[in-house]
């Protein structure tokens, strides 16, 4: 997808863009102020003006970008425009300046520009590089397969562990009840889990449980010394039979929960790089609205003080 | 405590089935195993799932015993109260407490399945399909928020400032607290630091660009820049103080220093004149600016006015100065006679020079410019040449020979006769007088207390009388003041001898400034070339603006010093001041300003500061 607007019809916005930079570095260089280069010369209130237009035309392309209506293709060269226009505009509004900032609202309103810019460019950065990392992270499954399988070792994981003893059933069972899958802003960013997963616990209770089974079947290859012995190690035998049975569920069991355990690993980290897609819009958005303010404000202001 | 237990199924087809059960006990238990009170058959509950007490006042309380818990109203809990219509969930089933409807129970319980596997999972992937948008801070919100902040702190609240004064001062006076100055474009020049907070000192009305008035209201004193009829040309009428004058731009910027502003018209002032300037066109100093042009004090209808005239003009470069100096007689290479002696330094007025004497005495001494050309103490202005101080060290005015303590006072003719009056009476009375042709009375040495008869008085005084006027001729006519000053006679003026006023100019270009100590690192005859050679103290030995040149060009030289018209000229030079041009303009309706009977054109006698007025000559 990325491609498709970088590179849309020729690279054809970037070369705008190029000769929009080069046109107003070269005006600034052979322009001489009258005393000092600022906003107030003609060349900083034309640049001013264009600048002004760019951002208002650059926060439309949020309102633009809703319209589904337009195909595709319109879409993109949208984007491509409002990508390559955006990097254009740190070089206009720079030299609307004329490098003049200070504590005032007139640089507020270039700072926050700078803001929306620079998370636009990191928004380019993630649209780059995240979706080959989620590609690679699925494996070829879609979320819903794997949602969907999460479901089944859940199942065969509680079927095993009805078998097995109620105490598994209960720990097993409490890691189905907190899927550990839906998760908080925080924790959709960082594929954290909430306090103690419960599939951890499960995992180490089941360790245990299988040591304390193994020793139980120690028995079963022992010779009996006495008839007292033999009745003896008949009865731990059948028990240790039983026992038995129990360790190989109980070892389908752990392998079931380890599957799980790793299928729902790749399932927050799917769940983080989609929220990383849409962090930047966090910033980029709401700022670019605070933009608009104070940009309107820069604009009345130099007009209300004149 | 006797339970009623009402397991609810719902067929497929529609209607409900209720099979209520019994359970009496002090503990009703939930769960997977078969004898619990509340059997629910879903792997999702354990054997032993949860248990309900009742406490002392009666009401009920569910506790879960499995790891997994339990969900009361839809919260995962582990222990709760268990109020009517509570709902608790565990697994797939839910069990409801509702009203009893028979006295014989004290609890009356609803179970029901309420969802499937199936159902489950659909519940599950919805809450996994949570996108951060979702769960996050919405967008829109927090938009507005920003933009709701950034409009608040940073247009309304200064504009409340604005209107309402009392917030206004709250809002100046608490550091960080987002007074009008936040729209400040930048930091106030110097000058204008102290009502830095004032914004409406300058922006008086809004949406309208700083008027001249606001700065006027301080600025009155200042000089216009030329008189009210120019206010036909187009430039000068649009032109504001701020058009050079551009504010908040820091200390640099005050000043406009670009030629553009001045170019604009001066280019071609005559034609937009109608050639009603004197004034010749000027855009730049290195390539297009008129030969410099010299105000020479002229005599006219005995009033003494400045007469310009060009550099290039070499026969009319002669100052008026009614005196006979030579550059070429001070500036011998070898020295003059450090006192000046009429009988031996003959003077030749003819070759206008003074013969250095034959006799090689050390009294000699080398002269050089600054002996006579001394500076202010800003080394900007030459001060005005002084008898006193750069003449009389060599030219004493000294009358009596053998009595050189005697000196006469210099610049009055009346006390130079009064002076020689007294001190030719006191020496009659006084007696021996040694010359063979005064009376003997005045030859006589007096006796002490001897006092001189009626007759013997009147002939010395007689006597002191004819020496004054001798004397006097001789001083004035030969010997002392004529040696500079071109001493005029008429036998019957009253007194016969008249000396002209030396008419020093105090600006040589009242309309430029120039500042000797910025070019002392150049010797003085390297811009005031062949001054030795010069004879006639009427020549005015000033620098060509081609000496300039060398060093000097306009604004967009690379080679040279690049050089602004307000590196020379002033701006404010206008006769009238800018308060009473401004009320001039508000007296006078626009059509008569252009036909100003004004006629003095270019503000030079004001920067002359001299009574004299300005002739052009070209």
Redesign the interface.
């Known amino acids: 997808m990325h491609e498709s607007f970088f590179r849309y019809q020729n690279f054809f916005w970037l070369k705008v863009a190029i000769a929009l930079s080069a046109v107003s570095i070269a005006l600034y260089a052979w322009h001489?102020?009258?005393?000092?280069a600022?906003?107030?010369t003609w060349l900083g209130y034309t640049l001013g003006t264009v600048a002004a237009v760019l951002i208002v035309w650059l926060a439309w392309f949020g309102a633009r970008k809703r319209d589904y209506s337009s195909s595709s293709s319109k879409i993109s060269g949208w984007l491509s425009a409002h990508v390559y226009l955006g990097l254009a505009l740190i070089v206009v509004a720079t030299l609307h300046t004329g490098f003049?900032f200070?504590?005032?609202?007139?640089t507020?309103a270039y700072g926050l520009m700078i803001v929306v810019i620079v998370s636009g460019m990191y928004g380019i950065y993630l649209y780059a590089m995240l979706p080959g990392r989620l590609a690679s992270n699925r494996q070829g499954m879609t979320?819903?397969q794997m949602?969907?399988e999460i479901?089944d070792l859940d199942?065969t994981a509680?079927?095993l562990a009805?078998q097995i003893d109620?105490r598994v059933?209960?720990?097993i069972?409490?890691s189905?009840?907190?899927?550990g899958?839906?998760?908080?802003?925080w924790q959709?960013?960082t594929a954290g889990k909430l306090g103690k997963d419960?599939l951890d616990s499960a995992e180490r209770f089941l360790r245990g449980y299988q040591n304390d089974l193994v020793d139980a079947t120690l028995f079963l290859d022992a010779q009996p010394q006495s008839g007292a012995q033999a009745t003896m190690m008949y009865i731990s035998n059948v028990m240790a039979g039983m026992e038995a049975e129990k360790v190989d569920k109980l070892r389908a069991l752990m392998e079931t929960v380890g599957r799980k355990k790793s299928l729902l690993k790749r399932?927050r980290r799917d769940?983080q790089l989609?929220?990383l897609l849409?962090?930047w819009?966090?910033f980029h958005?709401?700022?670019s609205?605070?933009l608009?303010?104070?940009l309107?404000?820069h604009i009345?202001?130099?007009?209300?003080?004149? | 405590m006797r339970v009623q237990i009402i397991t609810i199924k719902r067929r497929k087809k529609g209607g409900v089935v209720r099979k209520t059960s019994e359970y009496a006990g002090d503990v009703v238990t939930i769960g997977r195993g078969t004898d619990e009170a509340v059997f629910i058959p879903d792997l999702r509950a354990a054997y032993h799932h949860a248990e309900i007490h009742q406490g002392k006042q009666g009401e009920f309380f569910v506790q879960s015993l499995a790891l997994s818990g339990i969900r009361i109203n839809g919260v995962s809990s582990d222990q709760g109260e268990f109020n009517l219509t509570d709902r608790i969930a565990i697994g797939h089933w839910e069990i409801r407490r509702v009203a009893c409807e028979d006295n014989r129970y004290d609890l009356t319980l609803e179970l029901e399945q309420i969802s499937s596997d199936a159902d489950h999972d659909v519940a599950v992937k919805q809450q996994i399909k949570t996108t951060l948008a979702a769960v996050g801070p919405d967008k829109r919100c927090w938009s507005w928020m920003l933009v709701a902040s950034v409009l608040g702190l940073f247009f309304i609240l200064p504009l409340l400032g604005k209107a309402i004064p009392g917030l206004g001062n709250v809002l100046k006076s608490v550091p960080g607290l987002p007074s009008d100055s936040v729209w400040n474009t930048g930091e106030l020049s110097p000058a204008h630091h102290f009502f830095r907070e004032d914004c409406s000192t300058c922006h008086q009305s809004a949406f309208i660009r700083v008027e001249d008035q606001a700065c006027i209201d301080c600025h009155q004193n200042t000089h216009a820049h030329a008189d009210l009829k120019f206010d036909a040309v187009d430039e000068l009428n649009a032109a504001r103080c701020a058009s050079c004058h551009e504010e908040h731009n820091g200390s640099i910027g005050l000043v406009m220093r670009h030629d553009s502003f001045c170019v604009d018209c001066h280019r071609h002032l005559k034609q937009l004149t109608n050639d009603e300037t004197k004034l010749l066109n000027a855009s730049d100093f290195g390539s297009d600016h008129p030969e410099f042009r010299v105000s020479i004090p002229h005599l006219k209808n005995d009033q003494v006015v400045l007469k310009r005239v060009s550099l290039e003009h070499k026969d009319q470069l002669k100052e008026e100065l009614s005196i006979y100096n030579s550059h070429k007689a001070h500036l011998k290479p070898e020295g003059v006679h450090q006192r000046f002696d009429p009988d031996r330094d003959k003077l030749d007025r003819d070759k206008s020079e003074l013969p250095v004497a034959q006799d090689q005495s050390s009294d000699r001494v080398i002269m050089d410019c600054a002996d006579c050309h001394t500076f202010d103490r800003g080394r900007v202005a030459t001060k005005q040449i002084n008898f006193q101080q750069h003449c009389n060290a060599c030219h004493r005015l000294d009358f009596e020979p053998g009595d050189e303590q005697q000196e006469l006072p210099h610049g009055d003719v009346g006390k130079v006769l009064y002076y020689l009056q007294q001190f030719y009476q006191n020496k009659a009375l006084k007696g021996l007088v040694e010359d063979s042709r005064a009376p003997l009375v005045v030859r006589t040495r007096r006796r002490p207390g001897q006092r001189l008869s009626e007759p013997e008085r009147l002939e010395a005084l007689a006597w002191a009388e004819r020496k004054t006027r001798d004397v006097a001729m001789e001083v004035f006519m030969f010997r002392v003041c004529k040696t500079c000053h071109d001493v005029q006679y008429a036998s019957n003026g009253k007194p016969p001898w008249t000396i002209p006023p030396v008419r020093l100019p105090e600006h040589w270009m009242p309309l430029a400034h120039f500042s000797h100590q910025k070019h002392v690192t150049v010797a003085c005859e390297d811009c005031h070339q062949n001054v030795d050679e010069s004879e006639d103290g009427a020549d005015i030995l000033l620098p060509s603006i081609k000496v300039c040149q060398d060093c000097h060009a306009g604004e967009d030289d690379r080679r040279r010093l690049a050089s602004n018209c307000v590196d020379c000229h002033g701006f404010h030079v206008g006769e009238q001041l800018l308060g009473e041009q401004q009320q001039l303009k508000q007296q006078t309706p626009p059509e008569v300003k252009q036909t100003g009977t004004v006629s003095k054109i270019d503000g030079a006698d004001n920067a002359l500061n001299n009574p004299a007025s300005l002739e052009g000559s070209e």
């Open positions: 001489t102020p009258s005393v000092v600022n906003g107030g003049q200070g504590w005032n609202v007139h507020l979320r819903e949602l969907d479901r199942e509680l079927g009805d109620s059933h209960e720990v069972l409490r189905v009840e907190k899927p899958v839906m998760l908080s802003f959709q960013l419960p399932t769940v989609k929220a849409q962090l819009l966090f958005v709401p700022v609205m605070a608009l303010a104070a309107l404000i009345i202001s130099v007009f209300l003080y004149w």
